[in-house]
């Protein structure tokens, strides 16, 4: 992360270096085409919201960026190298971490433990090397911090177990978690569905620190005003391609919907590829 | 963790109590039961032991208590690794026969092979962990549910120990490595066998990895959500592989005990051993649904279904109400799971 990629507003970084590009993604699934020449590009500081309709290749898109499905063609570069991921933790040691529409946390276990799942932290000496024992303070004591830079004031208890949290502050976890590790990319799948007006508010209110902390996020929904609300851009997928880039100052909500059925398109200098 | 247990068994949270929550008692009852897995069954144990010191003549008499503790470090020593599948959400209905299989080992290199006391008991110890890899690969690489896995592997170790052992048993001599474990440390008029000693370092090892490290963390995570757990990017199927062969580690110890405790092995000792393990972790307040329990719970299980045998016997109460006791405390053990996973924040 640079200093620069802190700004939110990015409106004058046209020349900066894309964090993640992806380029002619083709995905198929027998004869079934899942992706047909996908392009994309995400920028440190900025929210884009990828939206279209049921089968329109979202998840598909997703899968291939944050490595959970190989991508049968393409390229894809993350800070300008290329990479080719065969895992989800190829994905997340080159910097992506993704929260799936399936809560990826544990309930039973605490909101630290939930944090440093798969990357505990040993305690130092003997107890660590040899008895292998985790540093459970320290863990604690990075978790409670990283909830407070966050701003979060729901999470109080940072030893509360994750099924006593309500479905709001279970997605405010699993979301607090792309941003503890020094990733550089958060993809959210659909972090708002099934979420009541006050825990979307506060998820939402995550999503745009975390941009403001410099990451770039990739936010899928299918909530049109969320999308509008939060997006810098929108990548909208239509039939396994990408149909249009807006953004909300220049497209509004039904040219949106228009754009993901088809009953419009966009010309390709109105639109907002960067 | 049993000093964490007994100390909030002493004090069911102070402070909880002051805060006017609008929790009910049995909401509040609910939540701390939830916290404290072994919390329960310990209230158990403590209770029946107070009964049957009332009822039951000699029941607290040390040498009475002493045997009670030798009688179950068989199932005891079981217990450690059926807890540890249980936690995956899994179950191990093989763990008795592969014990049964892994002291045939033993007792059958030393005694009728001449082979040397401690290289038969390594090559036992070594069969056990053979018989977990095994149930760990074929639920993991083959994709098979625990259930179907190890119904398969139980009938597999039973063929393969009645047809090496011809269903016979074999004793050994008093003074065979192999019997060791049977021999007693007397501490005042309490008398420990050091296979009870060998069960208890069990639990501890167990149970300090599972509280302290990382692998221990993993394994809960994958008990509660595997799909979750593998998302957040452990290797699940690692996890579950290490469970089932450190659950054979503890069936090549196991069978060590047991040598000791009947002075040799016996083909046809190993159907009930399976069936008392997953009671006794069971009634240790493990739930049978994954991720939630503690292995020092099925430590507890394994003491009450002894005290329940022990002080009816002793009560002079017809046996098969001991059966009929175990029964009923399996249920209400589930029963009180169930009840506790439906905890509200």
């Known amino acids: 992360m640079t200093e620069t990629a802190a700004t939110p507003q990015q409106s004058d970084t046209s020349s900066e270096q894309p964090i993640l590009e992806a380029e002619g993604l083709v995905k198929l699934f027998g004869r079934v085409v899942g992706l047909r020449g996908v392009d994309l590009r995400l920028y440190p500081g900025e929210v884009l919201a990828v939206i279209g309709d049921n089968g329109a290749g979202k998840s598909t898109l997703i899968k291939c960026l944050s490595g959970a499905m190989v991508p049968d063609r393409g390229t894809m570069k993350v800070e300008g190298k290329q990479v080719s991921f065969k895992s989800t933790q190829e994905a997340r040691v080159a910097g992506i971490e993704t929260v799936y529409q399936t809560l990826a946390v544990a309930p039973a276990l605490d909101i630290a433990s939930n944090l440093y799942l798969a990357r505990e932290i040993r305690r130092p000496g003997f107890a660590g090397s040899v008895l292998r024992m985790l540093d459970m303070k320290a863990m604690r004591q990075h978790a409670s911090d990283h909830i407070k830079s966050l701003g979060i004031s729901t999470l109080q208890n940072i030893n509360q177990a994750v099924e006593t949290l309500s479905g709001g502050q279970r997605q405010i976890v699993a979301v607090a978690r792309t941003g503890a590790f020094g990733s550089k990319i958060a993809i959210l799948d659909e972090p708002t569905a099934a979420l009541g007006v006050r825990e979307t508010e506060q998820v939402l209110r995550l999503v745009r620190d975390l941009r403001d902390q410099g990451l770039g996020v990739i936010l899928i929904s299918h909530n049109m005003p969320n999308v509008f609300e939060t997006a810098d851009r929108i990548h909208i997928q239509r039939l396994g391609g990408r149909a249009a880039t807006i953004t909300p100052e220049s497209h509004s909500m039904q040219d949106a919907v228009a754009i993901m059925t088809g009953a419009m398109t966009v010309p390709e200098d109105e639109q907002s590829v960067r | ?345």
């Open chain 2, 1 to 345: 963790m049993s000093n964490e247990a007994s100390q909030e068994a002493e004090t069911p949270a102070s402070a909880e109590e002051l805060v006017p929550t609008g929790h009910t008692p049995a909401q509040r009852i609910q939540h701390i039961l939830h916290g404290n897995p072994a919390l329960s069954p310990l209230i158990v144990l403590v209770l029946s032991i107070i009964v049957f010191g009332i009822f039951a003549d000699n029941f607290l008499r040390p040498q009475a208590l002493s045997l009670l503790v030798q009688q179950m470090a068989v199932v005891g020593a079981l217990a450690v690794g059926q807890t540890l599948i249980i936690l995956t959400a899994g179950i191990d209905l093989s763990i008795g026969m592969a014990m049964v299989l892994s002291s045939l080992v033993m007792v059958k290199l030393n005694h009728d092979n001449g082979v040397p006391g401690l290289l038969a008991l390594l090559i036992g110890i070594g069969v056990g962990i053979l018989t977990g890899v095994l149930n760990g690969v074929l639920v993991t690489r083959v994709n098979l549910p625990p259930f179907i896995v190890t119904l398969g592997t139980f009938s597999i170790f039973t063929a393969i120990s009645l047809l090496y052992a011809a269903g016979q048993t074999i004793a050994l001599g008093p003074d065979a490595l192999l019997v060791w474990t049977g021999k007693t440390l007397s501490i005042g008029s309490v008398s420990v066998t050091w296979g009870v000693i060998l069960m208890l370092l069990l639990y501890l090892g167990v149970g300090f990895s599972l509280k302290n490290t990382a692998w221990g963390r993993h394994l809960y995570a994958t008990g509660d959500d595997r799909e979750a757990s593998r998302l957040a990017g452990i290797s699940t199927d690692r996890v579950l592989l290490s469970a089932y062969v450190v659950a054979g580690f503890t069936v090549g110890i196991a069978a060590w005990i047991v040598c000791g405790r009947v002075g040799g092995a016996d083909p046809n000792a190993g159907l009930n051993y399976n069936l008392q393990s997953i009671t006794a972790v069971v009634i240790g307040g493990t739930s049978l649904f994954g991720g939630r329990g503690l292995v020092i719970g099925s430590l507890i299980g394994a003491l009450i279904v002894q005290v329940f045998n022990s002080g009816l016997a002793l009560a002079g109460v017809d046996p098969n109400y001991q059966v009929l006791a175990t029964g009923i405390l399996v249920i209400l053990a589930v029963s009180v799971d169930q009840w506790i996973r439906r905890v509200k924040a």
